[in-house]
């Protein structure tokens, strides 16, 4: 199994800026994928960016151009730099990571992170 351990979320005023980090943990083969998701109050949980193993990303239309995701292949760590953060960014951030651990090769696992509170006041 792998564990992800997230850090980096806070309250913030509008207009401000923080940097969500998570660490990949475990008898780790390869992971294929990390990203990011959110979910707010009453919302379903969505996607915020994600980031594949060719250096390939995607994000929500309502994060572009704000919002960075970036990774750390060596130390199996993703990071979001969230910039311009306004309060509809208010959410659970959850840590995603597809990868492939030692006792099953063949198969490969979706792994989730505890969620980090991300709380933005107007």
């Known amino acids: 199994q792998v564990q992800l351990v997230e850090s980096g979320g806070g309250l913030v005023q509008a207009g401000g800026s923080l940097r969500l980090s998570c660490a990949a943990s ?17 919302k379903q949980r969505e996607l915020v960016a994600v980031i594949i193993s060719d250096g390939g990303t995607n994000y929500a239309d309502s994060v572009k151009g704000r919002f960075t995701i970036s990774r750390d292949n060596a130390k199996n760590t993703v990071y979001l730099q969230m910039n311009s953060l306004k309060p509809e960014d208010t959410a659970v951030y959850y840590c995603n990571a597809l990868g492939v651990v030692v006792a099953t090769p063949n198969y490969r696992y979706d792994y989730w992170g505890q969620g980090t509170q991300v709380t933005v006041s107007s």
Not at 28 to 42: E, K, S, V
Request: glycine share 18%.
């Open 26 to 42: 475990g008898s780790i083969l390869r992971i294929d994928a990390m990203g990011w998701y959110r979910q707010a109050p009453g």
